[in-house]
């Protein structure tokens, strides 16, 4: 269980996770400006599946960062 004093699991392991949401954030603005490029034409269905994925991952990628700096503390 994690208190108010507790450091991170690790820095490194803080700034990977960091990284890799970034990497997702900017995954997503890509996925964003496809969909909007593709409204009305052939790709529409598949540029919205891409982002209802990109922002899924973002999610994913931001609850791993807070059980990071956090920690679990369900256990």
């Known amino acids: 269980m994690s208190g108010p004093t ?6 490194l392991e803080r700034a990977a996770s960091v990284q890799r949401l970034k990497a997702a954030v900017s995954a997503r603005r890509q996925a964003r400006e496809e969909r909007e490029s ?3 034409k052939s790709g529409e ?9 990109a922002n899924d ?3 994913a990628r931001r ?7 956090d920690g679990d503390d369900r256990r």
Not at 6 to 11: G, H, L
Not at 45 to 53: C, E, P, T
Not at 63 to 69: F, G, I, K, P, S
């Open 38 to 40: 593709t409204k009305g």
């Open 45 to 53: 269905i598949q540029a919205a599946a891409s982002l209802q994925a």
């Open 6 to 11: 507790s450091t991170p699991r690790s820095t």
């Open 63 to 69: 609850r791993w960062l807070t059980w990071v700096v």
């Open 57 to 59: 991952e973002v999610s």
